[in-house]
C-alpha cells in the first residue's frame, strides 16, 4: 500500500490551492507525536476554566503554560469514530465509523483501504518511522488476524490493549481490568498485570528512545475511561477519600492519567522537544457518571452537545509561536491528521480528507480556518442508511444539531454567547420567536450542514 500511495501523493494532480500545498521543509521534518486521552472533556481540565471543581493535573496545566491551547476543539461522540478521524483525516461517513467498536459484536472496523497517518508520512520526503502505543480500538475481533490490525494500517510498531481493557480475544476467568488486561505486542497476544496507563507509558518512553527521526509517535491511553477503580496511591497528587464517589474515582485515575504523561513528557531529550510536534486531546466528551453540576449530565459522552464532543486540546513545538497562549479557531480532530502531514512535508487533498493544516493557527493563534465546525455520529457501523444520526455544525456564534432517528428529523439551535456551562437552551424550542440575527444565523447553519452532508460520501 506505500508503493501505491507514493504513488498517488505524486500524481495528486492541481495541488495548487492553500489547503493542498504544504509549507515549505526548511530542514529536517518535524517528528509528531500524539497522546490521546479517553473520555475527558473540557469540563475536567482547570486550565480551560470550566469548572469550578477540576482533578488535579499539573501536567495539562504545564501544557497549557507552555504550549497553545485550543478552546473550541471538535471530536467525535465517541472513542473509535474519533480515532478513525484523527488517523484518516475523515468523517466517520466516509469511514463507516460512527459508533464505538463493539469488537465481537460488529464485523466492520477501519477497512484496510483507508490512507492512514503511518501511511501517508512513511511516502513522506522524508520517510517516518512509527509506533502506535497503547488503546487501539479499531479493529473487529471477527476479522482474520486482528491482532496485527495496527501494522496493516501502516504502523511499524504496536504495543498494547486491542480494545477496551474489558474486551479481549483470549478466554480468560479472571476479571479484567487495569491490572488484569489482554496487549498485543506486535501481534502476539497476552495476559498482562502491570498497571495499564503505566505500561503503555513505559512502552512508550521506550519507543522513544528507538524511533529513528522522524518519526510519528501515537499514543493512546485508556484512562480515565471504565472500569473505575481506585489508581496506584503513588501516581496521585492528592489522596482519595475513604468511601470516594464515581466522579472522584474518574477524577484519580485521570490524575494518574496525567501524572504518567508528564512522565513521558519528561523523557523527551531537548533536541527532541525541538524538533517534535505535540498534540495532547480527549477523544470524546466527559461519560455522565462523571459529570457534576453544574454540567448537564445528559449532554455526556455519546450525544453531539458540547460536553459529548468538546475536548482539551494542547499543541506544543517548534511550530507554536505563543507559548501560553489560546485560540478560539474551530477545530476538528481530524485536523491533527492533516496538520502532522504538512508538517512532513505532504499534501492530503487527494487522499479525500477533511481536516484542514492548523500549522497557521500554530503560528498565528488568531488565524481562522474554516467558518463552521462539523461532528457526527451513528449507529450501526458500516455503510449507510443508519438507524440513528445525530451531526452538529457550529459556528463561532451558535451551533445547529440534527438528529435523525425513526422519529424523523428533530433540530435543536443554540446561541453560543458564553453564558451557559454548555450550549444553553434550545431557542427552537423556546416558544417564542428567533430574533433577525438568529433566524440569519440558523440559515446559515442549515446551508453549511446541507453542504457539509451532501459532500461526505461513504467510501469516497
Not at 478560539?328 to 493544516?357: E, M, P
Not at 463552521?372 to 452538529?392: A, D, I, K, N, W
Request: glycine share 8%.
Amino acid at each position: 500500500m506505500i508503493a501505491a500511495l507514493t504513488w498517488a501523493l505524486a500524481c495528486s494532480g492541481d495541488t495548487t490551492t492553500d489547503s493542498a500545498t504544504p509549507p515549505a521543509l526548511d530542514g529536517p521534518a518535524q517528528n509528531v507525536l500524539i497522546v490521546l486521552l479517553d473520555d475527558v472533556g473540557v469540563d475536567k481540565v482547570t486550565a480551560y476554566g470550566e469548572h469550578p471543581h477540576t482533578p488535579d493535573t499539573p501536567t495539562l496545566d504545564r501544557l497549557a503554560r507552555d504550549g497553545l491551547l485550543f478552546r473550541n476543539a471538535y471530536a467525535n461522540p465517541s472513542c473509535s469514530p474519533t480515532r478513525a478521524s484523527v488517523l484518516t483525516g475523515r468523517h466517520p461517513s466516509r469511514t463507516g465509523i460512527g459508533r464505538w467498536i463493539s469488537p465481537w459484536d460488529h464485523s466492520w472496523d477501519l477497512q484496510d483501504g483507508e490512507h492512514t497517518l503511518p501511511e501517508v508520512l512513511a511516502a513522506a520526503p522524508q520517510a517516518y518511522d512509527s509506533a502506535a502505543i497503547g488503546k487501539w480500538h479499531l479493529v473487529s475481533f471477527l476479522r482474520d488476524d486482528p491482532s496485527h490490525h495496527a501494522q496493516l494500517q501502516g504502523f511499524a510498531t504496536h504495543r498494547g490493549p486491542l480494545a477496551n481493557l474489558k474486551m479481549a480475544i483470549q478466554e480468560d476467568d479472571a476479571d479484567r481490568g487495569y491490572t488484569h488486561w489482554e496487549k498485543a505486542d506486535q501481534g502476539t497476544l497476552s495476559w498482562e498485570t502491570a498497571y495499564a496507563t503505566t505500561d503503555t507509558v513505559d512502552d512508550a518512553v521506550a519507543a522513544l528512545a528507538t524511533l529513528e527521526s522522524p518519526w510519528l509517535l501515537y499514543v493512546a491511553l485508556n484512562a480515565p475511561h471504565i472500569p473505575i477503580h481506585e489508581p496506584p496511591e503513588h501516581l496521585l497528587n492528592t489522596p482519595l477519600s475513604e468511601d470516594p464517589t464515581h466522579s472522584a474515582l474518574y477524577g484519580a485515575m485521570l490524575e494518574a492519567a496525567d501524572t504518567e504523561l508528564g512522565r513521558l513528557l519528561d523523557q523527551l531529550t531537548q533536541e527532541q522537544w525541538d524538533t517534535t510536534a505535540l498534540f495532547v486531546a480527549g477523544d470524546n466528551g466527559t461519560p455522565k457518571e462523571a459529570i457534576t453540576e453544574p454540567f448537564d449530565a445528559t449532554r455526556e459522552k455519546g450525544t453531539v452537545y458540547e460536553n459529548g464532543v468538546r475536548v482539551p486540546l494542547f499543541a506544543l513545538g517548534p511550530s507554536v509561536s505563543t507559548p501560553g497562549g489560546e485560540t478560539d479557531a474551530l477545530v476538528q480532530l481530524t485536523d491533527l491528521f492533516t496538520t502532522a502531514a504538512a508538517l512532513g512535508g505532504v499534501a492530503t487533498d487527494s487522499l479525500g480528507a477533511d481536516g484542514l493544516s492548523l500549522v497557521p493557527v500554530l503560528a498565528d493563534p488568531t488565524a481562522t480556518v474554516r467558518q463552521v465546525v462539523y461532528t457526527e455520529g451513528f449507529q450501526p457501523l458500516g455503510e449507510p442508511p443508519y438507524s440513528t444520526h445525530e451531526r452538529m455544525v457550529r459556528s463561532a456564534t451558535h451551533k445547529l444539531i440534527h438528529r435523525d432517528d425513526d422519529q424523523g428529523l428533530t433540530r435543536e439551535f443554540f446561541r453560543m454567547d458564553g453564558t451557559a456551562t454548555d450550549e444553553g437552551a434550545d431557542l427552537l424550542a423556546a416558544g417564542g420567536s428567533l430574533s433577525a440575527q438568529d433566524e440569519l444565523a440558523c440559515a446559515e447553519l442549515e446551508q453549511a450542514m446541507a453542504d457539509t452532508v451532501s459532500g461526505l460520501v461513504f467510501g469516497l
